[in-house]
């Protein structure tokens, strides 16, 4: 059983459909904590209440981003995860901490990267006038939201959107896409392949195809 460990910061919604999904489709792999920068995060308490490991780390308790990740690295040595899913978490990582759990960190991000990497992907979506929005679910490296993709979802944008709404209908693709995704990459349906070159991508072995 692969052990996975998931940072959040808030609601936690995409953390909860990971745990559901683990449970209802009997991934092999286990919830090994949950862990949060903000001890009042939803999520926590969704988590702690759902009997699943919940750690509150506050970020604003450590003199610098270095004494944070430091924490933040130990913790989750402690908890010795395969891999560790970034749900919600909203701090930028350090190169240290990025380089020590490279190859087995993923985040989802709320756009079609590499368009609108960064906050406020659904305002700048709609400013710019594209036709599509969507999420990204992809492997975190040192450059924030560049690192190799494991899969997208579009979502259309509407002539009545605004930010709230449009951000609601990409959630819920989210809610489909990672839990989809970490799914298939737990039982092997999905590949992190290294090139000799070093460049990492993800490669379909279920014959299935890695969005919508
Ligand atoms: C999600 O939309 C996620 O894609 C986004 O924050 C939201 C968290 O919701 N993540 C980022 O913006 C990462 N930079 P949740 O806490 O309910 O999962």
Redesign the pocket.
Known sequence: RQRLAVL??????????LAEACEREAWPAEFVGVISNRPA???LAWAAARGLPSFALDHTAHPSREAFDAVLAETLDALRPDWVL?????RILTPGFVARFAGRMI????SLLPAFP??H?HRRALEAGTVWAG?TVHEVTAEL?HGPLLGQAAVPLRPDDDEDRL?AR??RA?HRLYPELIGRLLRGGLVREQAADGRVHYAVRDGRPRGF
């Open positions: 959040i910061s808030g609601r936690g919604s995409n953390m909860q459909v995060a939803a999520g970034l749900a919600g978490y909203m985040n989802i991000h709320p960064g906050l992907t999420c939201d951000a990409v959630l989210e």
